[in-house]
């Protein structure tokens, strides 16, 4: 993980969060710039298990959410004016 760079930095920190509580970790927002575009990722992180309920590994998931998160900011714009 820390060979993504400091962008990334939340998913080292959620995944230690993860080994601390146990308890998965879901939709954190973080913002990364990628060709002079400001980009919104939403991550989380759960323990995977096998069949025998053993810890295999951790599942880290990562989406793109910037257009959603826009349209929700312009959302609580448009309210302000209302």
Same mark, same amino acid.
């Given at each position: 993980?820390?060979?993504?760079?400091? =962008? &990334?930095?939340?998913?080292?920190?959620?995944?230690?969060?993860?080994?601390?509580?146990?308890?998965?970790?879901?939709?954190?927002? !973080?913002?990364?710039?990628?060709?002079? &575009?400001?980009?919104?990722?939403?991550?989380?992180?759960?323990?995977?298990?096998?069949?025998?309920?053993?810890?295999?590994? /951790?599942?880290?998931?990562?989406?793109?959410?910037?257009?959603?998160?826009? /349209? =929700?900011?312009?959302?609580?714009? /448009?309210?302000? !004016?209302?």
């Amino acid at each position: 993980i820390e060979q993504l760079g400091a =962008e &990334h930095a939340l998913l080292a920190s959620i995944c230690k969060e993860l080994r601390a509580h146990g308890t998965p970790i879901r939709d954190r927002d !973080y913002q990364i710039v990628r060709n002079g &575009h400001r980009k919104t990722l939403r991550a989380g992180c759960t323990i995977l298990r096998n069949r025998h309920k053993d810890e295999v590994g /951790m599942v880290i998931h990562v989406r793109d959410v910037t257009e959603k998160a826009f /349209m =929700e900011e312009r959302l609580r714009r /448009m309210e302000r !004016y209302v």
